[in-house]
């Protein structure tokens, strides 16, 4: 009985192996002719939607790798950026950007004929001698200074004013279908000074074999501006990662043309505050230098006696303290 039971399952089993078997067969060389709702048309479109996806799917990876790229990219240059604000710059390198072509030892010797002028005109004055010898140590170290950093300033505003107009040149050429090298040899000659000597040097580097993207970061070095970090990175993205450089350049100088507006309208809107500022920081130097003209023995006892120094010192350290809280008051960065 054992055996003819284990038969009978062994072949009820090989039956029904056939039966799938024969079924499946059958499913699949008749059942796509014999179905209405599954057409040739249909199964194409299926076919064709699973590469459409499957492009898309490719699209999507390598613009997520492009924009990773473009990420690491900012995040370096954001890196060199900080680096170079926080080392302090030399005073060769101040001296470049003032545009003066002196060097850093004439520039000590002339801060050194300054603070002897000042030296000997005090003595001159009847100043005592610890005044003539503070006002030799602001002729020597303070004037220079503040001139260069006055005339440094006023390089930098030109420059922002002018380097709008050399974008626009660039990004004409580019649509033109002008390399970009050819548009920036354009714009070294079209623009106004100082731009247009910053891109002569850009265009020297390059014609000496230097590739693009290493010439125009140091362009942001000789002039450390917010608005030359933007071209660098546009430049440097284009040229690793591609794209339109046309249209990048394009949203750049409307950018830094917005940039500007905004700049001249918070002036205009703090330069109230800023006259007031400065007539208050003025007024008492006024006072003592028409006091010293008018009735000089009433004054010139501040200068050579202790206390009077004492005072003089106490109150130039509050009206520092209280130009500084004005200034930081007053000072917008856009």
Not at 2 to 16: E, H, K, Q, Y
Not at 169 to 190: F, M, S, Y
Request: with cysteine; proline share 4%.
């Amino acid at each position: 009985m054992d055996i003819i039971g284990s038969d009978l399952i062994f072949t009820i089993a090989l039956f029904l192996l056939v039966v799938f078997a024969v079924l499946g067969i059958a499913w699949g060389l008749f059942y796509p002719r014999l179905s209405k709702n599954y057409s040739r048309d249909q199964r194409i479109q299926a076919v064709s939607m699973s590469r459409v996806k499957i492009a898309d799917q490719r699209l999507k990876s390598a613009s997520t790798d492009r924009r990773k790229d473009i990420e690491a990219n900012l995040k370096q240059m954001e890196n060199a950026h900080k680096k170079g604000k926080e080392k302090k710059q030399s005073l060769k390198a101040r001296l470049g950007q003032a545009g003066l072509t002196i060097t850093p030892k004439q520039f000590w010797l002339y801060s050194l004929v300054c603070g002897c002028g000042l030296f000997l005109a005090a003595l001159v004055g009847g100043m005592s001698m610890p005044v003539s010898v503070g006002m030799g140590i602001v002729g020597c170290l303070g004037l220079p200074h503040f001139w260069l950093s006055r005339k440094r300033k006023k390089r930098m505003k030109k420059f922002i004013a002018e380097f709008p107009n050399a974008v626009d040149v660039i990004v004409r050429g580019i649509k033109t279908g002008l390399p970009l090298g050819d548009c920036l040899v354009i714009a070294a000659t079209e623009t106004a000074e100082p731009v247009r000597s910053e891109f002569r040097r850009l265009v020297d580097e390059q014609a000496m074999g230097l590739p693009l993207a290493k010439v125009v970061p140091r362009l942001h070095q000789r002039v450390p501006l917010p608005e030359t970090n933007f071209f660098a990175i546009v430049i440097a993205i284009q040229s690793q990662a591609g794209g339109s450089l046309s249209e990048a350049l394009g949203n750049l100088s409307r950018v830094l043309r917005s940039r500007a507006q905004m700049k001249e309208k918070v002036q205009a809107m703090s330069m109230e505050a800023k006259a007031s500022a400065a007539i208050i920081g003025v007024m008492p130097f006024l006072i003592a230098i028409l006091i010293y003209f008018t009735n000089r023995p009433f004054i010139i006892i501040m200068f050579q006696e202790n206390l009077g120094l004492i005072m003089i010192s106490a109150a130039v350290a509050w009206m520092a303290v209280g130009a500084f809280v004005m200034r930081v008051m007053i000072n917008f960065d856009v």
